[in-house]
């Protein structure tokens, strides 16, 4: 995506999963270009971990071995990929996610310990449709949604093809909610793509 976008983040105003919005609805309604699900959230339809919203507190930082970085807007609306916690609460918008998949371009080495050690945890790390950000080499930033593979499969599809994204290298690259809440929308001038989400999710990251 070049850099004459302008992303924000969106929180669901529904407090009931069953009554929330699908991404279609709310691009449309919106006029949003591309829309994706954001990150996770918890069986009350809350967010889990850090989500801050035009400069509240909804949801605060949260101490979690995999959600180690955050999706920052700046202030000229622009998506920062933030792997220092600290610097995630001095935003107006910002959402806790992870695990960092690619970080100063090279696998993050703990996704292999942190599977290993998780045994609670052992099918997050299986194969599962999956939602990323990512920043190239030349502060590119790519929304990429996967058919089913698993989070060391996409590191390192990511760190050896970046080709296939149009990039030489990528340098950053943090995991969003993926399986049932994969879901993207893109407003084509002719017909729209949209890979439907199984389950009605809680943020959105979107752009116009």
Do not use: W
């Not at 990929?81 to 703990?110: F, H, R, W, Y």
């Not at 080499?137 to 060391?152: A, G």
């Amino acid at each position: 995506m070049n850099q004459q976008y302008h992303a924000h983040l969106h929180l669901h105003e529904s407090k009931v999963q069953f009554f929330a919005d699908y991404i279609d609805a709310l691009s449309r309604h919106h006029n949003f270009i591309i829309a994706i699900n954001g990150g996770f959230y918890q069986p009350d339809f809350t967010p889990v971990g850090l989500f801050k919203y035009q400069g509240k507190t909804i949801k605060p930082l949260a101490r979690n071995s995999l959600l180690k970085s955050c999706v920052m807007i700046s202030e000229n609306n622009k998506i920062i990929l933030e792997t220092n916690l600290s610097q995630c609460t001095k935003v107006n918008d910002a959402m806790q996610t992870g695990p960092i998949l690619i970080q100063d371009g090279k696998i993050n080495n703990d996704l292999k310990r942190m599977q290993k050690k998780s045994k609670s945890m052992e099918d997050f790390f299986e194969s599962h449709k999956r939602t990323l950000l990512a920043v190239t080499n030349e502060n590119q930033l790519l929304m990429i949604t996967t058919s089913s593979l698993s989070l060391m499969d996409v590191a390192n599809f990511l760190q050896n093809n970046p080709t296939a994204f149009g990039a030489t290298k990528i340098i950053t690259a943090v995991n969003l909610d993926g399986g049932s809440s994969t879901g993207m929308f893109i407003r084509f001038p002719n017909e729209p793509f949209y890979l439907h989400e199984l389950k009605h999710v809680k943020t959105f990251i979107f752009v116009d």
